[in-house]
Each structure stands twice: as structure tokens, then as C-alpha cells.
């Protein structure tokens, strides 16, 4: 199968903390080129080689972040799609996952499960084949097996017998490859990881002054 489309995905405080998310960042594969040159050219303008979110209070790297959303909003608003940014959060005190002896790897397997299934199967055209590409010092462990997973698939064939995360994402979506990949080569892992930042970020801030409004009223 011939790969149409490109995807780059990082997570942010994925055990820690009362929000938690995952960013997706996917692209058609004909403009993937052009669309990395564009974002190492501002890391190179800034004198970085890579940005991470966890250095944001950094001016220089708080310039990188502006310059990323700037291009991000530059290419999503033109005619052609030529990038989407999903984003799934989730609060760990909602009761689907307020659960004792809760699995955090696990759960963070499901999330990005949720993911790949919202914006493959109904965020980009029909007929396209991926090629997914998650930070690779991501905690999932894409060859482990996950018999949990299986009782999500709509297809109950692929529940028979067990096999890897990384076949079942295979068999369950047009999926040609998933490659584990260093963030300091692939801009787009690093825009991935300023939005799952940025939607950590907002929602704890918003709580935070949800409960001093509260306290004032």
C-alpha cells in the first residue's frame, strides 16, 4: 500500500497530574517535505535543533511555540488540508477513570486507541493509508500485547486469538506503518508536543481558577 497520509503524536503528563493528554498532528504525505522544512526552519532561525514543551518558561523557547502555532494556523486555514491538530485530554477524577489500581500505561494505550480511531476513520478522507509516526520515547509499548484493546474493535474477528498493539492498529485501520521515531528529527513529534502541552496547560489553569472563583464567591 502506497502511504497518502503522514501522522506524529506525543502525550503530556501521561501519569502524573490531574489532566493528561495526547496530541496528533497529520499531514498528507505529499506536502509532508515542505511542511518539515517549514518548521526546521524555525527552529534554525531560533538557534535550536529541538522544542520541548517542558522548557516553554524559556524565552527562546516560548518564541519557538508562538512561531509553531503561527504556522500550524497558517496551514490548517488554507483551502487544501494540509495539517489537522487533534488533541484528546482526559481528568483522571472522571469516573471512567477515577478506578482504584488504575493502569496508567494502559489506560494511555486506550487513549491513543480513541485517537487514531476519531481522526482516522472520520477527520480525513476515505481510502487513505497511514504511516504513524509516535515520539519514540513515548511510554507505550507498541509491541506489547493489550488484550484489553481487542474488546474495542467493531471487527469481532480481530478479537480471536491474541496479537500486538502495533497489528492490531494494523489490521483495525488502514495502517501501512507505525515507526517509533527521535522527535529531534521530526519538527512535527515536537509540534505534537507543544499541543498536548497547551491542552494540559489550559485545563489546569481553568480548574485552578474555577475553584478561587468559587472560594470568592
Not at 495526547?22 to 531560533?46: C, H, W, Y
Not at 481510502?127 to 507498541?142: E, I, K, R, Y
Amino acid at each position: 500500500m502506497e502511504v497518502t497520509h503522514f501522522a506524529f503524536c506525543d502525550e503530556s503528563n501521561w501519569n502524573q497530574g490531574r489532566f493528561r493528554s495526547i496530541a496528533m498532528v497529520s499531514v498528507p504525505a505529499k506536502e509532508f517535505q515542505g511542511i518539515q522544512r517549514d518548521f526546521k526552519e524555525i527552529l534554525t532561525t531560533n538557534g535550536k535543533q529541538e522544542f520541548k514543551w517542558k522548557k516553554i518558561h524559556d524565552a527562546v523557547y516560548k518564541r519557538i511555540a508562538y512561531a509553531f502555532v503561527d504556522k500550524v494556523l497558517s496551514l490548517a486555514t488554507q483551502e487544501e488540508k494540509l495539517i489537522r491538530i487533534d488533541i484528546l485530554i482526559w481528568d483522571i477524577k472522571d469516573r471512567r477513570h477515577d478506578i482504584p489500581g488504575r493502569d496508567d500505561e494502559l489506560n494511555l494505550q486506550v487513549m491513543y486507541y480513541h485517537l487514531f480511531k476519531n481522526v482516522i476513520s472520520q477527520r480525513w478522507d476515505g481510502g487513505a493509508v497511514w504511516h504513524l509516526m509516535p515520539d519514540q520515547n513515548t511510554v507505550v509499548n507498541w509491541n506489547r500485547l493489550e488484550q484489553y484493546l481487542l474488546t474495542y474493535t467493531e471487527n469481532k474477528q480481530l478479537t480471536k486469538g491474541p496479537i500486538s498493539f502495533f497489528e492490531f492498529l494494523k489490521r483495525e485501520f488502514s495502517i501501512a506503518r507505525i515507526t517509533p521515531v527521535d522527535s529531534k528529527n521530526y519538527p512535527l513529534v515536537q509540534v505534537a508536543d507543544l499541543f498536548a502541552g497547551l491542552a494540559v496547560c489550559s485545563y489546569t489553569n481553568i480548574f485552578i481558577l474555577s475553584v478561587k472563583r468559587e472560594k470568592w464567591e
